[in-house]
């Protein structure tokens, strides 16, 4: 194996991927900052001098993914597709899990732009919080997977087995869902149709949306094995492995703000979306 | 009249509001829903509210449309505030008015019932230990489940 980034002559160089096939590529890292358990509780309430911690970090991981090529040398400027920023508040631990998906439809990898934002996301949140604990301290920044493009799959758990992973890292808790308040951190701009295709508008909202990490999605007609409720989640499940989650608990759906069934038919230009039971009131 | 927003509601003016200029209306039952300080986690803080924009409106007109076909009413308000609530804020308004109080209790009663179990909108609370999502209660589904049987 050799190093890309270095030519014959032993130079640094810029890849020329002009010649590569474009596919879908997607990379998700993650990584952590440990504070006081004061500053965390700070952080949960959103009690801290320079407010929403949390929003700001989101935005600013997103924005971060999206200048990687200006940050890092011989990275290529690419038209994501998909950045999404994700908060997991450990108390436990006292530290705050960062991680960030990144996804195009291109010739290179985003792993260097997920790492990225969730290195600036990281950063900021030292920023915010730096008033009340300047003692923070961010580590464990890695790639976790990296799927398209001619080198393969990637992913670290099954490249270094269990010792890459802290245990506190991969412990899930059963509570319910908790998430940081403000926006749910999707920006997702992908699998957009063009006008000639028929095309469903397909929407997950709340708990269903932040457990999903889809908010908004465009599938081509054609995609579907068959032409309703059924054969749309067949087709999001073979688009996105996260789409799984459809079936889990109970996921209502409705067609054009109609409740629908499985069995519902679909054409072109239908919204459709998928929620969980309704708790209004 | 069915309204969907974020400012706060006085249930005193929207009641007043539903029987003016009227001297047909012989009851007018009204009920208000509040944030709890305390649910599935005790310290609830806030609460966010998230609906489905569009289908909330179509969702709430129904359930007053099946209200009006079951029992004869003078008027109908409805009001549902989305977004960031604090506990003892007011969540929900229904006023109905009828000639005859049965059916003003009942149509209130059901419509809280089928807006409860019907209507897209969740409810995220915030507390001391952390956000969660609400999740559904097996007795909004009996409560709704009465009115079918009892037709």
Known sequence: MSLTHINARGEAHMVDVADKPESTREASASGLIRMQPETLALLAEGGLPKGDVLATARIAGIQAAKRTHELIPLCHALALSKVAIDFELDEPECCVHVTATCRLTGRTGVEMEALTAVSVACLTLYDMCKAVDKGMEIGAIHLDTKTGGKSGDYRRDEAWGARAVAPSIIESSPSPIVTGEGVSGEVSVGHRCDIATPCLRVKCLAELRERLGVGDVSVPLERLPSSDVAGLKTALKALDARFEGLDQGRVLCAVNQVMASDATPLTDNDEVAFFPPVTGG | ?151
């Open chain 2, 1 to 151: 009249m069915i309204r969907v927003q974020e400012s706060v509601f006085d249930a005193g003016i929207e009641l007043r509001a539903l029987l003016e200029g009227r001297s047909d209306i012989g009851a007018v039952v009204s009920f208000t829903g509040l944030v709890r300080d305390f649910n599935e986690r005790p310290e609830v803080q806030a609460l966010t509210l998230e609906h489905y924009p569009g289908m909330t409106e179509v969702a709430l007109d129904e359930i007053v449309e099946q209200a009006r076909s079951r029992w004869v009413l003078q008027g109908v308000t409805v009001i549902h505030r989305i977004g960031r609530l604090e506990p003892a804020d007011p969540i929900v308004l229904v006023v109905v008015a009828s000639a005859h109080r049965r059916a003003a209790f009942d149509a209130c009663d059901f419509i809280m019932d089928y807006l409860k179990t019907r209507a897209p909108f969740w409810k995220k609370e915030h507390t001391a230990s952390g956000d969660y999502w609400v999740s559904e209660r097996d007795g909004d589904h009996q409560d709704a489940r009465r009115w079918e049987m009892s037709t």
